[in-house]
């Protein structure tokens, strides 16, 4: 996502010849139809071009945008694979085992996606917002607009953003604090 520039990094003993290029930022999203993605809506602003790879290819531009939800749709030129399955219903629960698959920290990590693992540890947000859930599988930047996926491969959410750790406790009785409080996924 957004303009690239070159990498000029080596490869790591043993591992894979970089990439020629590099985004200046980097999101991950969801094919929801042929053509068209979901992701976050924070990762796409203020980007001047929009190049998506992976399970969709090509060049990108913005169909909507949701700053509440902070969810954006984008419309791919590219190829695409076949849609996500959405979990139906509303029954997501404590408890609940979820996946993010991902692409954090592209440059840092595998240029590949990760996968990590936890389970549903709240059904609500901050100040009680219930369009949120709470998640234990680890986030980084770079997983913003990924499914989140329950453990038969359906969406049920998309991660939009993490709790800052540091920050997050400490500010939140003072008023303020939502944004370190966002770790969340909008269901």
């Known amino acids: 996502i957004?303009?690239?520039r070159g990498a000029g990094a080596q490869p790591a003993p043993g591992g894979a010849e970089p990439r020629a290029t590099r985004p200046a930022r980097t999101g991950s999203g969801i094919v929801v139809a042929a053509g068209r993605i979901l992701t976050s809506n924070h990762g796409i602003a203020g980007c001047n071009s929009l190049t998506l790879q992976g399970a969709a290819s090509g060049n990108a531009r913005v169909m909507a945008q949701d700053g509440a939800l902070d969810l954006a749709l984008l419309s791919v030129d590219g190829s695409t694979v076949a849609a996500a399955?959405?979990?139906?219903?509303?029954?997501?629960?404590?408890g609940t085992e979820v996946v993010v698959f991902g692409y954090p920290l592209q440059g840092l990590l595998a240029y590949g996606a990760n996968v990590t693992t936890g389970i549903v540890s709240g059904l609500a947000g901050p100040q009680n917002d219930n369009r949120i859930v709470q998640h234990t599988a680890p986030v980084q930047p770079g997983n913003s607009g990924a499914p989140?996926?329950?453990?038969s491969g359906a969406v049920i959410g998309v991660v939009i953003s993490k709790i800052n750790a540091l920050n997050g406790a400490s500010e939140l009785p003072a008023g303020g604090g939502e944004e370190q409080?966002?770790?969340k996924v909008v269901k």
């Open 2 to 4: 957004s303009e690239w």
């Open 85 to 94: 399955r959405f979990r139906s219903g509303n029954d997501i629960a404590l």
């Open 148 to 151: 989140l996926l329950d453990r």
């Open 181 to 183: 409080l966002k770790q």
